[in-house]
Every structure is written in structure tokens, then in C-alpha cells.
């Protein structure tokens, strides 16, 4: 397999979108070869992949969401525990890396396939390998469309966005699998699923559209005491808080800016984030260590948010996009209903 590469003008990106959907209506079997665009290159398969490296945790996920669990054959890159219902499946297949695996590794398992969650990890520079070395393997990589549709991943700040991230982008990721494995059915059924629950969440964010909320999402730092990388407005975070009609502080296009803690005193969040995550390569990756800063600092501790221990602690696979986004969308709602941040009179 040879990729050819293909610029794509952002005008074109919605309709893609769009016209990528549109066939969920009725599933029909999937015909060989099959070519699909992802991001900016040509993917194409004769059948479908026996043997798949997974990398990354929501790329995984979505395999064993889909009943694809035999079929994954190594796994890198986790942030977080495996949603439970996969732990049994899981556990029998190999973890090359909980964070960023080698080439080696990835070849060991003599892949037909390799599903990529990052271009930083896979890409045109990853800090694993790149799509020239897997395709001189004749090896296709799919990367989630959530981490390149409108993305710069070689702006920094962990990528630059020009659209914004929404659960769209991840109902295609599960149609173009479901696809690539011609089982276009559960791929159906699993958006459908996602979908009813992200209409609830948006049902009750009504209830909050009046209300003057204010946030910011933390996800690590490389110092305590340094600027700390919190959310941009246009990733999944800010697909949270436009969902659920909270304002974030914080106007970069870049998903993870880091920004000064002076900034965001003075802004004064009603609700801070706390990404979760089992990783262990920065002070700040650990939550607790998280909140106990906030709460003993002379100056963030009279912040709003913590003298009302309105700390909201979600998994820091939500915040990347991803099928626990879902879940974050789910549990933020709640958490302003118990912080009575909502209308009273309804």
C-alpha cells in the first residue's frame, strides 16, 4: 500500500463531514478494495485487517466497542484504566507502551492494519514513527479524524485548531472502522447509542443557558509553580463547555496552551477541571497533587471555584475526544446541577 498525500481546503471539511454520515442510515456490506481519506492521504484495503496494533486508548476502545477485541493484537499509549466492560479482553492482549511505543514494538506484532489516536505519536514527525516508515512497510495507518480534521499538529501547544472538536468527528472514526471491517451494523448501532445520550446532556444544559458559568480545564504541569496546560476553546473540553453553555477562560485555539496561573486567578473560574490520568510524567498528572496545590496556594485557594470546591474531576481521556467524552459530558452536567448552578425555577 502506497499513500499519496492531498491538501484539503477547510471549505471542503464540512461537507466531507456531512456526506461521511449520511450512509449510517442503512448499513450496507462493504465492497474491496476500499479507499477512504484520512487525514489528507489515501487509505486503502483489499479485506478486512486480521492483525491490528492499536495506539492509543480511545482507538482501542472503539475496537473493543465494536466486538473487534480479536483482532487487536498490541495496544500503546493509555491514560487511563480501560472503560470496564473491556477489562477481560484487554488483559489478554499485549501492551507494547502505556505511553509512546517503538517502531520495533509496533512491527513485532507483524500488523496488517495500526489505528493511531495522535499524529504527534504517528504522523508526519511522530515521536513513535511516521506514515512514509509504516507505508514503506505496507503497513495503512487510520488516525482518528478528532486529532487532524482542521488541525495543525506541527503548531504546537499539542496541535493548533481552525475547527472546532465535536462528537462528530467520533461517530466518523466508528463508521470508517466499522467500515474498514465491514460491520457497518454495530458501527450504526454504537452511534446511535452515543447520540440519544448526547441529546440528553443537551436537554439539561437548557437549564443552564441563563446562568453566568465560568471554567477552566487543567490537565497537567510539568512544575507545580509553572504555567500549567489547560484547555483551549476548540477541543473536546470546549466542546463540553459550549455544550453545556459554560464559558472558558481561556480564548486559545491551541489545544493544551499553557497559561499563567496569574491569568487564571484573575479571571476567576466558577468551576475548574481536573484531568485524571494513571500517567506519571509530570507533578501535575497526579489529580490529588492537583487539588492539594489549589487549595494550600495563598492566591489560587481565593479563587471562587476552590473556596467552593467546585473541582470537577474528569478522566483525561475525555478531555482528548474520545468515547469518554461522553461520559465527561454526562457527569459535568451533573455536577452543575449539584453545584445549583441552574435555574430555580425549573
Not at 466531507?16 to 489515501?42: M, Q, S, V, W
Not at 493544551?256 to 490520568?277: D, F, H, Q, R, Y
Request: hydrophobic share 40%; glycine share 6%; aromatic share 8%.
Amino acid at each position: 500500500m502506497k499513500t499519496t498525500i492531498y491538501p484539503i481546503h477547510p471549505i471542503f471539511i464540512g461537507l466531507y463531514l456531512f456526506l461521511a454520515f449520511i450512509g449510517l442510515a442503512k448499513a450496507e456490506p462493504t465492497h474491496y478494495p476500499l479507499t477512504l481519506k484520512n487525514c489528507n492521504r489515501d487509505i486503502t484495503f483489499n479485506k478486512p485487517p486480521e492483525r491490528v496494533v492499536a495506539v492509543g486508548q480511545n482507538t482501542t476502545e472503539i475496537l473493543y466497542s465494536l466486538g473487534l477485541g480479536n483482532k487487536v493484537k498490541g495496544t500503546a499509549l493509555w491514560f487511563q484504566q480501560v472503560m470496564p466492560e473491556f477489562t477481560a479482553i484487554n488483559e489478554t492482549i499485549d501492551v507494547l507502551s502505556n505511553d509512546t511505543p517503538s517502531l520495533e514494538s509496533i512491527v513485532s506484532k507483524k500488523p496488517d492494519f495500526v489505528t493511531n489516536q495522535y499524529e504527534v505519536i504517528i504522523g508526519p514527525a511522530g515521536a513513535a514513527t511516521t506514515y512514509q516508515q509504516l507505508d514503506d512497510l505496507d503497513i495503512p495507518v487510520y488516525t482518528s479524524p478528532s486529532d487532524c480534521l482542521g488541525k495543525d499538529n506541527l503548531a504546537g501547544g499539542d496541535g493548533l485548531r481552525s475547527i472546532p472538536f465535536s462528537m462528530e468527528m467520533v461517530y466518523q472514526e466508528i463508521q470508517e472502522l466499522s467500515q474498514i471491517f465491514d460491520i457497518e451494523e454495530r458501527g450504526h448501532t454504537l452511534i446511535t447509542q452515543l447520540k440519544e445520550r448526547e441529546n440528553k446532556a443537551r436537554e439539561k444544559a437548557a437549564r443552564f443557558s441563563d446562568q453566568k458559568i465560568s471554567a477552566v480545564a487543567w490537565f497537567s504541569s510539568a512544575e507545580l509553580k509553572m504555567d500549567p496546560f489547560v484547555a483551549g476553546q476548540l477541543g473536546a473540553p470546549g466542546y463540553l463547555f459550549k455544550t453545556l453553555n459554560i464559558h472558558n477562560i481561556v480564548a486559545s485555539d491551541h489545544d493544551w496552551p499553557m497559561v499563567s496561573w496569574e491569568t487564571i486567578a484573575k479571571k476567576n473560574p466558577s468551576i475548574i477541571i481536573l484531568a485524571e490520568m494513571k500517567r506519571r510524567r509530570y507533578p501535575g498528572d497526579d489529580v490529588h497533587i492537583k487539588r492539594q496545590f489549589l487549595k494550600n496556594d495563598p492566591v489560587l485557594s481565593l479563587m471562587d471555584a476552590v473556596k467552593q470546591d467546585h473541582l470537577v474531576v474528569l478522566d483525561a481521556q475525555a478531555l482528548n475526544g474520545s468515547l469518554h467524552t461522553m461520559d465527561a459530558l454526562e457527569l459535568l452536567a451533573n455536577k452543575i446541577e449539584q453545584f445549583g448552578l441552574v435555574r430555580k425555577n425549573k
